[in-house]
């Protein structure tokens, strides 16, 4: 689901995934659900600040590269972010990083995230309000690579889905703006609080607290598998050698 397959970040891209942790403010030892894993980028952050980390991704090809990438240090399961194989509150957190514009039905993965998280959600976007969103819209138009079946939000339609799906809770974001800057000097303006405040900016990153809830759902069948994702009640993960959610 991940499009994202650089093996080195961008100063924008560093930038993008350092507001998902200031905006996030996880606690070591906390669980996060990473919804479109990829090849496990964001993952591997997660995982250096000491988070119980867990990936979901329909590709199995993405979950290999995150495997080969990570090992046995997160939990991968193959599935769909539209119908989590996960009980109701099962991760202090979760993420949508770039997931939103490729998914099928983004109101239902946004209830889907809300319902397995208890504490925060992350969300971040590509702003169909920005110059280069406008860009890549022109480039999908085309069917060129990744951007043609890629669904651009704004600001305003994610905070409206959030508001129908969980209410009046708390909620923050941030921006990243991709000033131009003269002579290779960097990103520096885009760390300047007032211009990670503007709605317009190339990236928009949102976090959402969630109010206590408690709801009850069956949980999805196994699946038969081959691969080497171990079957499990909740989908297939690659091995970690300990049960998901437990301290070693």
Known sequence: ?????????????????????????????????????????????????????????????????????????????????????????????????????FVADPRKTLEEAFRVA?????????????????????????GRGVYAKARFFSLWEIKTMVRELVGDVPIDWRSVCLFPEPNNMGCSLEHWPLAQRVPFGTFVAMVVTLKPRFRVRPLALPYPSGSRYKESLTGFAADSGKPFGKES
């Not at 964001?42 to 867990?54: F, S, V």
């Not at 991968?76 to 770039?98: I, K, M, Q, V, W």
Request: glycine share 8%; net charge neutral.
């Open 118 to 142: 208890k504490d925060r959600v992350f969300i971040g976007v590509l702003n169909r309000y920005a110059i280069k969103g406008l860009q890549r819209r022109i480039q999908g138009l085309f």
């Open 1 to 101: 689901m991940k499009w994202r397959q650089r093996c080195t970040l961008t100063p924008a891209a560093a930038m993008e995934t350092q507001i998902l942790f200031d905006l996030l403010r996880p606690h070591p030892g906390e669980s996060i659900l990473d919804i479109g894993c990829g090849i496990g980028e964001i993952m591997e952050r997660c995982i250096a600040m000491g988070l119980d980390t867990a990936g979901i991704d329909p590709s199995p090809f993405m979950l290999d590269r995150a495997l080969e990438r990570l090992g046995h240090k997160a939990s991968l399961f193959r599935g769909y972010a539209e119908d989590l194989p996960f009980d109701d509150n099962s991760f202090n957190h979760a993420c949508l990083f770039t997931t939103l514009e």
